[in-house]
């Protein structure tokens, strides 16, 4: 079974940017989705992003869309997560995911990474 490691998470200032990765431990599938998530104090997990392993094909959460890009690197096993204008309400742990339906709704996918903290500070 594949396992996903986050990294690039940290604390920053609102307007600041910051990119998180996801490597996987083995080569995905063609038919790979890749998402991530985030979870905030005393919330539920949120979708922010997905994207398909093998096509051009991304979908946001409103509330990141014009400011956060997911990406794919195929050499290296990758997702990331390329997070632009910082709101101190994007604060949360951000978790990539790993499925095969192209799917906004967590319980849609099986394996997730560990999750990394991201701070903005106002």
């Known amino acids: 079974q594949v396992q996903l490691i986050e990294s690039g998470g940290g604390l920053v200032q609102a307007g600041d940017s910051l990119r998180l990765s996801c490597t996987a431990s083995r080569r995905f599938f063609s038919s790979a989705v890749l998402a991530w998530f985030r979870q905030a104090p005393g919330k539920e997990r949120e979708f922010v992003a997905m994207?398909?392993?093998?096509?051009?094909?991304?979908q946001y959460a409103d509330a990141v869309k014009d400011r956060f890009t997911i990406s794919t690197d195929k050499a290296e096993n990758t997702v990331n997560l390329q997070m632009n204008k910082l709101k101190p309400d994007d604060t949360a742990v951000y978790y990539c995911?790993?499925?095969?339906?192209?799917?906004?709704?967590?319980?849609?996918?099986?394996?997730w990474g560990q999750g990394t903290q991201v701070t903005v500070s106002s």
């Open positions: 995911a790993h499925g095969s339906s192209y799917s906004s709704l967590s319980s849609d996918y099986v394996i």
């Open positions: 994207r398909r392993w093998s096509r051009d094909s991304s």
